[in-house]
């Protein structure tokens, strides 16, 4: 009897935790809110988009940043999303096959590149990409946009990628930077702030990173506001003075 009461009372116990963290998750995101995963590049811009699209559409953003690879991964298990907003396009295409698309295709709404950051006064001197070699460094993990693009500008410059340190997304990489724990990296130009110096790379200019946005099967309706805000010339601006190139035929 003592077993069957307990057990009775443990599966009790664990259906009343799965059920709260159940409403814990869904209280997470306001039910009247279009919510909105972006990569971690986008940050500010969409920080600004985001509040700019609230004075003119009755509806709250809930914005979440993170590593494009993050986000691809958070989707395929199952995450809710109104609009995703990623890196490059490859990373998209793997959305796509494990979610279907609300309407229309992705649309490529800004483009980016790299350059090489270094701390400032830039004690290590580095110039160019071979100066990396011997150099403590930090690039994108190979998996995330800005490790992909990474390797790709290398192989364009012959130049083989030895960095110290593999960072989950270029905010890391920056952050390494900043405090001075490596001598270089890479990161987009649109990263670039006043706590690093930069140096632009030949060539770098040239080989874009593509930034797709979609909205998938079961988003609000807002979805399509929201995606034509940012095509828009006023969502245009903003990605315009944080540094983003315009956009593209996808």
């Not at 306001?30 to 971690?40: F, G, K």
């Not at 995450?79 to 649309?107: F, G, H």
């Not at 100066?131 to 946009?145: H, R």
């Not at 490596?182 to 990263?191: E, K, Q």
């Amino acid at each position: 009897m003592t077993i069957l009461t307990d057990f009775r009372y443990t599966s009790c116990l664990s259906t009343l935790i799965f059920i709260f963290a159940l409403v814990n998750f869904s209280c997470g995101l306001p039910a009247d809110s279009l919510h909105v995963m972006a990569a971690s590049s986008l940050t500010e811009a969409f920080e600004e988009i985001a509040e700019e699209f609230e004075t003119v559409h009755d509806i709250k953003v809930s914005l979440t940043i993170a590593g494009s690879a993050s986000i691809a991964s958070q989707l395929e298990d199952g995450a809710k999303v109104d609009v995703v907003a990623l890196a490059d396009e490859e990373t998209m295409q793997r959305v796509i096959e494990s979610r279907e698309l609300s309407q229309q295709a992705p649309k490529i709404f800004a483009t980016n590149y790299l350059v090489l950051a270094t701390p400032l006064g830039n004690p290590s001197n580095i110039e160019d990409l071979e100066d990396l070699e011997g150099s403590i460094t930090a690039i994108c993990s190979e998996q995330v946009p800005c490790g992909k693009l990474s390797f790709q500008l290398a192989l364009q410059k012959q130049i083989e990628l030895r960095p110290s340190s593999f960072e989950p997304n270029v905010r890391s990489v920056r952050a390494k930077i900043e405090l001075g724990e490596v001598d270089a990296g890479l990161i987009y130009v649109t990263d670039v702030n006043e706590q690093v110096n930069y140096i632009r790379i030949e060539e770098a200019e040239e080989i874009k990173s593509n930034y797709p946005i979609a909205s998938f099967d079961g988003a609000r309706v807002e979805a399509s506001d929201f995606i034509d805000f940012v095509l828009s010339p006023t969502g245009q601006k903003i990605l315009e003075k944080y540094g983003f190139g315009g956009p593209v035929d996808y």
